[in-house]
Nanobody, 121 residues
Framework: VQLQASGGGLVQAGGSLRLSCAAP????????VGWYRQAPGKQRELVAV???????NYVDSVKGRFTIFIDNTKKTVYLQMNNLKPEDTAVYYC????????????????WGQGTLVTVSS
């Protein structure tokens, strides 16, 4: 399964971006999807995950600012990021798996290529 992440860019603190993760077919109807990020010199961390049933989880640092949602008609999972902070700067990756637990742990097989988000202060 090939996932394509896009939507990154340069934005000022307080601004917004929407990341997209597209995949062929209807895999999002049967897969959990997660967004991870990796900042320079830091370990990859889970940002948000959505289950095939629509349940969501967020890392504490983005709660109330980021929203993950699925548009099944467009076969795309989005990460809406509002009130961005410089510490949100990272390469963001999407991943999917039939196992919600694997997505939470980051032990999935399928990953998008990453999209860079840079937040200036």
């Amino acid at each position: 399964v090939q996932l394509q992440a896009s939507g990154g860019g340069l934005v000022q603190a307080g601004g917004s971006l929407r990341l997209s993760c597209a995949a062929p077919g209807s895999i999002f109807s049967t897969n959990a999807v997660g967004w991870y990020r990796q900042a320079p010199g830091k370990q990859r961390e889970l940002v948000a995950v959505i289950g095939s049933g629509g349940s969501t989880n967020y890392v504490d640092s983005v709660k109330g600012r980021f929203t993950i949602f699925i548009d099944n008609t467009k076969k795309t999972v989005y990460l809406q990021m509002n009130n961005l902070k410089p510490e949100d700067t990272a390469v963001y990756y999407c991943t999917a798996d039939t196992s919600f637990l694997k997505v939470l742990r980051g032990t999935t097989v399928y990953w998008g290529q990453g999209t860079l988000v840079t937040v200036s202060s």
